[in-house]
């Protein structure tokens, strides 16, 4: 007489090995037809208000020319710290670089739009370069002279081989622009101004970095572009 126990078992650990053995040729018909399992969504962290002070924000300027038609998903590019700022863990001086890695870039016609998400986790803290931070773009200021394309591509500030005082960008002064209707003295998250091709999703890319959007087929910004970021964290924290 067969135990019942013992037959239980054995149809058990037969089952599982049939379920064992069909994984892999699952796995593969996945990957064949282009269905792999959803990913568990990420949940990035909520902004507090509608409204960010400006004076807790870090004000960065565009290097050069920022050209989304030459980047690629993984390179690196610098902007630069347009006044000091402390934080635990990390102080940047004036002119102190804050990277951004490019996650993902795109460009299609008819029509035309184009997209860039980056991701700033990196500072030349002061004595401690490349130091791990994770910050959040707020808002991107373009200034009137920095709203078209820059002929042959080429950063006004290199123009004619002369320095051009006007990629000098303004910092003070904004008017109540970076949140119409707001408090005074605050930034509306994912705000654009001078830009209307232009739009940004302060979470809304990869990963939980900062989507830009344009009705452009690339996205082009000057070097009197300015980039408001708040600070998430510094180091390993």
């Avoid at 650990?13 to 282009?34: D, F, H």
């Avoid at 200034?143 to 990629?167: I, K, L, Y």
């Avoid at 003295?185 to 001078?194: D, L, Q, R």
Wanted: glycine content about 10%; overall charge positive.
């Amino acid at each position: 007489m067969r135990n019942p126990a013992r037959v239980s078992r054995l149809h058990a650990l037969a089952v599982g090995l049939a379920l064992l053995c069909a994984l892999p040729a699952a796995v593969a018909t996945a990957q064949a037809s282009g269905r792999a399992q959803p990913a568990t969504p990420v949940q990035c962290p909520a902004f507090k208000s509608t409204g960010f002070p400006i004076s807790g924000t870090l004000r960065l300027k565009v290097v050069g020319y920022l050209d989304s038609g030459h980047l690629k998903p993984g390179k690196e590019i610098w902007f630069e710290a347009i006044q000091g700022e402390s934080y635990p863990g990390c102080t940047l001086n004036t002119g102190s670089a804050v990277y951004a890695r490019v996650v993902s870039v795109s460009s299609t016609k008819k029509p035309d739009s184009a997209e860039l998400a980056l991701s700033f986790d990196r500072a030349d803290c002061n004595g401690h370069s490349k130091t791990p931070v994770t910050m959040a773009l707020l808002g991107v200021l373009v200034p009137a002279e920095n709203a078209h394309t820059v002929p042959d591509n080429m950063p006004r500030e290199m123009a004619g081989g002369q320095q051009d005082s006007s990629a000098a960008p303004a910092t003070t002064d904004y008017g109540g622009k970076l949140n119409p209707g707001g408090e005074d003295g605050t930034i509306k998250p994912g705000i654009v101004v001078g830009a209307k091709n232009l739009t940004l999703d302060p979470q809304g890319g990869p990963e939980c970095s900062a989507r830009l959007a344009s009705t452009k087929r690339k996205i082009e910004l000057g070097p009197s572009t300015v980039f408001f970021l708040a600070l998430r964290k510094t180091g390993q924290q």
